[in-house]
């Protein structure tokens, strides 16, 4: 007796419909485990999102580092590893995306795009790849990171907003930095390298303003205001969260007030008994 043939699925190339659906059911878990991974709250998931963390730091301190080393075969040699990971973890991103139109339209989608252009196609060179600390900014934006840094360091619990300021501060200082030497560095001869770009950053965000290095241009002008009103908007914020007192996060179950002073026994607006934990620090 002839054994009886299995239907082929369409468009798969003459498979038959059971080698699609265990296909499908292997790309399928492919993606369960990256979204795990991504999102998960597991320890495997956490440990990965550090991971991710360290290389944003480690990608950004590569492209300052190599803004003033000799272009080799060592440093290309970097930036096709840096591009390839990028893309690997943009790629990732991708196929987890809920909506895939929302996450391309994204300003980090376009950061993590220009990023990879920079490091793979070093024609377009290094400045580019500054773009690539903005990633750093959202995963610290990010609900789970941000709740795992929380209950993992005692420092970051105490002084969140600080940090957060701080980080805010410092993306905004490096982005700029790399969009001056990017536009600059060609046509100025004040801006030779990262250096000079973030002397110039510094001192314009600072309102020193030593007059020593100007940009050129109508262009230069406009982004040494934008450095002006947003650079000492997020200077003055991370003034503030440093010099006012010291406030704990703890939901009011009443009123939903979060911020309250660390030995507080009432919510100030609506008079509702709390119960802060507290680890005997005043």
Same mark, same amino acid.
Not at 201 to 221: C, I, K, Q
Not at 268 to 281: A, D
């Given at each position: 007796m002839k054994g009886?043939?299995?239907?082929?699925?369409?468009?798969?190339?003459?498979?038959?419909?059971?080698?699609?659906?265990?296909?499908?059911?292997?790309?399928?878990?492919?993606?369960?485990?990256?979204?795990?991974?991504?999102?998960?709250?597991?320890?495997?998931?956490?440990?990965?999102?550090?991971?991710?963390?360290?290389?944003?730091?480690?990608?950004?301190?590569?492209?300052?580092?190599?803004?003033?080393?000799?272009?080799?075969?060592?440093?290309?040699?970097?930036?096709?590893?840096?591009?390839?990971?990028?893309?690997?973890?943009?790629?990732?991103? @991708? *196929?987890?995306?809920?909506? #895939?139109?929302?996450? /391309?339209?994204?300003?980090?989608?376009?950061?993590? &795009? !220009? +990023? =990879?252009?920079?490091?793979?196609?070093?024609?377009?060179?290094?400045?580019?790849?500054?773009?690539?600390?903005?990633?750093?900014?959202?995963?610290?934006?990010?609900?789970? @990171? *941000?709740?795992?840094?929380? #209950?993992?360091?005692? /420092?970051?619990?105490?002084?969140?907003?600080?940090? &957060? !300021? +701080? =980080?805010?501060?410092?993306?905004?200082?490096?982005?700029?930095?790399?969009?001056?030497?990017?536009?600059?560095?060609?046509?100025?001869?004040?801006?030779?390298?990262?250096?000079?770009?973030?002397?110039?950053?510094?001192?314009?965000?600072?309102?020193?303003?030593?007059?020593?290095?100007?940009?050129?241009?109508?262009?230069?002008?406009?982004?040494?205001?934008?450095?002006?009103?947003?650079?000492?908007?997020?200077?003055?914020?991370?003034?503030?969260?440093?010099?006012?007192?010291?406030?704990?996060?703890?939901?009011?179950?009443?009123c939903g007030l979060?911020?309250?002073?660390?030995?507080?026994?009432?919510?100030?607006?609506?008079?509702?008994?709390?119960?802060?934990?507290?680890?005997?620090?005043?």
């Amino acid at each position: 007796m002839k054994g009886r043939r299995l239907p082929v699925a369409a468009g798969t190339g003459g498979r038959t419909v059971t080698d699609a659906r265990v296909q499908n059911g292997k790309t399928g878990g492919a993606v369960v485990r990256l979204r795990e991974l991504y999102e998960g709250e597991s320890d495997r998931a956490h440990r990965f999102r550090y991971t991710l963390l360290i290389f944003d730091c480690v990608t950004v301190a590569f492209v300052i580092v190599s803004s003033f080393l000799p272009r080799s075969m060592v440093i290309e040699f970097l930036d096709l590893v840096f591009g390839l990971v990028i893309l690997a973890d943009f790629t990732a991103r @991708l *196929v987890i995306a809920p909506n #895939r139109t929302r996450y /391309f339209l994204s300003p980090f989608t376009l950061a993590d &795009i !220009a +990023a =990879i252009v920079s490091f793979l196609l070093p024609l377009f060179g290094e400045g580019v790849g500054f773009l690539r600390i903005i990633r750093t900014l959202r995963l610290l934006r990010t609900y789970q @990171l *941000v709740a795992q840094l929380r #209950r993992d360091f005692e /420092f970051f619990r105490r002084n969140e907003e600080v940090v &957060i !300021a +701080a =980080i805010n501060l410092m993306v905004f200082l490096f982005i700029m930095t790399g969009v001056i030497y990017l536009t600059q560095h060609s046509i100025n001869p004040d801006i030779q390298n990262y250096a000079d770009a973030l002397y110039f950053t510094v001192t314009t965000l600072t309102t020193t303003g030593f007059g020593d290095v100007t940009l050129d241009g109508t262009p230069g002008r406009m982004i040494s205001v934008a450095v002006m009103i947003f650079g000492v908007t997020l200077f003055l914020r991370l003034a503030q969260v440093l010099f006012r007192p010291t406030k704990v996060r703890h939901p009011c179950p009443e009123c939903g007030l979060t911020l309250h002073d660390p030995d507080a026994v009432h919510c100030k607006h609506c008079g509702t008994v709390l119960q802060i934990e507290t680890e005997g620090f005043t």
